[in-house]
């Protein structure tokens, strides 16, 4: 089915420890975004990118770097995991401006 | 920075009555967006707002865009269970959505 892909959709870190969470689209989207959802704070825009090779930056960017080698796949990475990157992660994409977004089934990430 | 504010953020509705859900935006927008969450899992799609006076109806949903005023409503008509669940609004603007903190509606009979 044509679609957003996240993986993992669950995962426990240790605070310290790294990890990559992958963002996989097949529609051939031009855009591709990273958000975090925290209770009673809606979506939040990590990193975004609008081509492949191009990424930017969105409203809460510390302690995440992203990466777009492939127009097909978003990678959201945290280097030093911390508790307060808990929370749940969407990935989304977009074809372009006003033609609306699709959005993966999300990551639940549990920092301890 | 673009500022999205939802009102209420959270709503208990009573079956068969009309409640409305406010989302004010601090900036001039491309578009406006509202998405429904039902618990643990993802964003639905329920309106795209392009214009001034935009209105689009889906059911007992109806939206509404007033881009001079920096608002759209989202109206519940005659409530029912199946519309439990949060609301957001999005605004589009330079390739980017800006969500609301969203509404939590709860029905009860």
């Known amino acids: 089915n044509a679609g957003v892909t996240q993986t993992p959709k669950f995962r426990v870190l240790k605070t310290g420890q790294s990890m990559t969470l992958l963002c996989a689209q097949d529609m051939n989207h031009e855009y591709m975004y990273w958000y975090r959802q925290d209770p009673g704070m809606g979506l939040r825009l990590i990193h975004y990118?609008?081509?492949?090779?191009?990424?930017a930056k969105g409203e809460v960017p510390d302690g995440y770097n992203v990466s777009r080698l492939k127009k097909q796949n978003f990678l959201l990475g945290l280097e030093s995991a911390a508790p307060s990157q808990t929370s749940v992660y969407f990935c989304?994409?977009?074809?372009?401006?006003?033609?609306?977004?699709?959005f993966g089934s999300g990551t639940r990430l549990t920092v301890v | 920075e673009l500022k999205v504010e939802q009102n209420p953020l959270f709503l208990s509705m009573q079956e068969g009555k009309n409640y409305t859900i406010y989302c004010n935006y601090s900036t001039t927008s491309d578009r406006l967006y509202w998405y429904r969450q039902d618990p643990g899992k993802s964003l639905e799609s329920l309106f795209v707002?392009?214009?001034?006076?935009a209105v689009k109806q889906e059911g007992r949903l109806m939206a509404s865009l007033d881009t001079k005023a920096r608002l759209s409503t989202l109206h519940i008509t005659a409530a029912v269970h199946d519309l439990s669940a949060t609301y957001f609004c999005a605004v589009e603007n330079d390739y980017k959505l800006s969500f609301g903190a969203g509404t939590t509606v709860t029905v009860r009979a």
């Open positions: 990118s609008v081509g492949e090779g191009t990424t």
């Open positions: 707002l392009l214009s001034n006076g």
């Open positions: 989304a994409s977009s074809a372009t401006m006003g033609l609306g977004y699709t």
